[in-house]
């Protein structure tokens, strides 16, 4: 399920990524479209960590999906090196918190997580 999830999440990135290069192309609009892009980067590094230890991704898998947000986030106005720093960020943090909880209390939270996840995408996408 996490990995539909995950898929999902790819998907409204490169939704964000399409409507926020039309509105990018005025220059009030770019700081709120790399804001966007650097909240958008943390939070894929915070799924990424929840991937690595809820999902059933492979570490290519996950590579790709990074390298393919990365590209998304440059169209934003975020540097590969700005990507780089978010991305890591949230994954950093994410990765902290799972270190914290036995074994139990993580599959709790996989399990919570992708409820959550569902049920938010399930919303927007109808």
């Given at each position: 399920?996490?990995?539909?999830?995950?898929?999902?999440?790819?998907?409204?990135?490169?939704?964000?990524?399409?409507?926020?290069?039309?509105?990018?192309?005025?220059?009030?609009?770019?700081?709120?479209?790399?804001?966007?892009?650097?909240?958008?980067?943390?939070?894929?590094?915070?799924?990424?960590?929840?991937?690595?230890?809820?999902?059933?991704?492979?570490?290519?898998?996950?590579?790709?999906?990074?390298?393919?947000?990365?590209q998304q986030m440059s169209q934003m106005g975020l540097t590969a090196e700005e990507f780089d720093t978010a991305f890591d960020a949230g994954k950093k943090?994410?990765?902290?918190?799972?270190?914290?909880?036995?074994?139990?209390?993580?599959?709790?939270?996989?399990?919570?997580?992708?409820?959550?996840?569902?049920?938010?995408?399930?919303?927007?996408?109808?």
């Amino acid at each position: 399920m996490l990995k539909s999830i995950l898929t999902r999440l790819l998907a409204a990135s490169i939704t964000i990524t399409a409507f926020g290069s039309l509105h990018a192309q005025s220059p009030e609009a770019a700081p709120n479209m790399a804001q966007m892009g650097h909240q958008l980067a943390t939070f894929s590094g915070s799924m990424h960590s929840a991937a690595e230890v809820c999902g059933d991704y492979t570490k290519d898998q996950l590579a790709d999906m990074k390298a393919k947000q990365k590209q998304q986030m440059s169209q934003m106005g975020l540097t590969a090196e700005e990507f780089d720093t978010a991305f890591d960020a949230g994954k950093k943090k994410t990765d902290e918190r799972w270190d914290t909880m036995s074994k139990a209390e993580q599959e709790s939270a996989c399990e919570e997580l992708q409820q959550q996840m569902s049920q938010a995408f399930n919303g927007m996408i109808k």
